[in-house]
């Protein structure tokens, strides 16, 4: 199934002409930095050639040392799908250009861990999720930076939307199962008025209500565990 969104992107407005003054900061600094902000990262829902299948990495670092997205910060002047598309790049080596990035969804983030000292201080990320959709020659070509992710899979997109993984990642595959169905729910909707066409609208806003219902709010029956770092975690949300 190809990636079919209501919206390609989310909007980005550039103000006069600016220009990058982007700096390396030392971990020193930039730890000093994650107290007083919140930083944006971007995340990619990848999936398979069907669209079936969404590629997820388990992670060995914090702040979130299990399945997750591929993913990190944006960096200034990037757009969304710019940002992706260099992170495509670092992180699984694949020149993917931006118009094959759509939007998906957003949230907010907040640890209690990061990789910078003082680990314990935690770390908040405003989260922008997108996806693309890779080619068969693509999905052979991934590989995963070994000092971040101990494995890999490609794994049911419907499994990850309803199964026990971090609420964050459930939530975006299930908004991405969503937008395919309000996609399709578009195509029904310009055809002529008929019984067959009136009955699939229905099946499919019946679809799309069941994709959006509320999140639950309180503790996640998702607990984040690590043996590897001896570290646990329970997620609260906040709809």
């Known amino acids: 199934m190809a990636e079919a969104m209501v919206a390609v992107g989310v909007p980005h407005f550039a103000t006069g002409e600016f220009v990058s003054h982007r700096k390396f900061l030392r ?34 670092v914090h702040p979130q040392p ?3 997205f591929i993913g990190g910060r944006m960096l200034p002047g990037d757009t969304p799908a710019s940002s992706c598309a260099r992170i495509l790049k670092r992180e699984l080596g694949l020149d993917v250009p931006a118009e094959r990035i759509r939007f998906v969804c957003a949230a907010s983030l907040a640890w209690d861990r990061r990789v910078q000292e003082p680990q314990t201080n935690g770390t ?38 309803h199964g026990s993984f971090h609420p964050a990642l459930s ?35 019946r679809e799309l209500v069941a994709l959006r219902r509320p999140l639950p ?11 590897e770092l001896t570290y646990e975690a329970a997620v609260d949300v906040t709809p």
């Open 27 to 60: 971990d020193k600094e930039y730890g000093e930095a994650l107290d007083s902000i919140v930083k944006g990262c971007t995340d990619l829902l990848v999936t398979s050639v069907d669209g079936s299948r969404v590629l997820v990495g388990k992670r060995s």
């Open 66 to 68: 299990d399945w997750w």
């Open 124 to 161: 908040c990320d405003l989260q922008l999720v997108l996806s693309t959709q890779l080619t068969a020659d693509e999905a052979g070509r991934v590989r995963l930076d070994a000092q971040e992710y101990t494995t890999s899979e490609w794994l049911p997109l419907e499994a990850v939307a």
């Open 171 to 205: 939530y975006a595959c299930r908004e991405l199962l969503a937008r395919r169905v309000e996609a399709r729910l578009g195509e029904c909707a310009a055809l002529p008025p008929a019984a067959d066409s009136d009955a699939q609208l229905a099946t499919l806003a």
């Open 217 to 227: 709010s309180g503790r996640s029956a998702y607990v984040l565990r690590s043996t």
